[in-house]
């Protein structure tokens, strides 16, 4: 999707292993998104940020952390994977609150 | 805690006919809806957005409807074509959320011709 990445797209981890998947915009938009999606949960929310180190917390947040450093990264890690958290990832921008989100293509995570 | 509730899983119409998708919500009324549409294997793709002072919204064959008393927008896709298929999902956002969606899980729609 235009003006924003994720990678990897695809990737096979080992429980307990530590995991971190990029989301990369070139909008210069304020506020990122981490999304996770599943069968019979649609997306759910799990970390967002409105700015240069602001992040929050969404509605599955545990077992995830977040940073943003630099406006156009936005980084989620899973300190130790576990298969729960086996899903396909989705990162989001938006330049306001509540205005429609751009989606990146996703990336597939699969805990072995 | 609010609950989103799309029409059936699936949903089946003949080429030509209209859409009619359904996103119904619980509790207190969000301040916008948004539509999305997902094809398989990408990322959502923003449609439309609804306020709640709005009551209809449209945008070439979508026409997407807020009803703030019945809990419920609708989604029409007139003249459906078999490029209109996917999976919609509906939005629900809060101006207390920040920015924090709540999302449907979605309704697959196949456009047969």
């Known amino acids: 999707d235009a003006g924003i990445t994720q990678s990897p797209r695809h990737k096979v981890t080992e429980t307990g292993t530590p995991v971190t998947l990029r989301c990369h915009q070139t909008?210069?938009?304020?506020?990122m998104y981490w999304y996770r999606q599943d069968p019979g949960h649609g997306l759910r929310l799990i970390h967002y940020s409105y700015g240069v180190k602001d992040t929050d917390k969404g509605e599955v947040s545990d077992g995830y952390s977040v940073s943003r450093s630099k406006t156009e990264d936005f980084l989620l890690t899973l300190e130790s994977a576990t298969s729960s958290q086996t899903s396909v990832y989705f990162c989001?921008?938006?330049?306001?609150?509540?205005?429609?989100?751009?989606f990146g293509s996703g990336t597939r995570l699969t805990v072995v | 805690s609010q609950k989103i509730e799309q029409n059936s899983e699936a949903l089946n119409i003949q080429e030509g006919k209209t859409a009619t998708l359904t996103c119904n919500y619980t509790?207190?009324?969000?301040?916008?809806l948004q539509w999305y549409r997902q094809d398989p294997g990408r990322g959502p793709v923003f449609l439309l957005l609804i306020r709640e002072n709005e009551k209809e919204k449209r945008k070439e064959r979508l026409k997407v409807t807020f009803d703030t008393t019945l809990k419920q927008s609708l989604f029409h896709i007139t003249a459906s074509q078999p490029a209109d298929s996917a999976t919609y999902l509906c939005?629900?956002?809060?101006?207390?959320?920040?920015?924090?969606?709540?999302f449907g899980d979605g309704t697959t729609l196949t456009v047969k011709p």
């Open positions: 989001a921008i938006s330049d306001e609150a509540n205005y429609g989100y751009t």
């Open positions: 909008e210069n938009h304020r506020y």
């Open positions: 509790n207190y009324s969000p301040a916008y």
């Open positions: 939005a629900l956002d809060y101006n207390t959320n920040a920015g924090k969606s709540t």
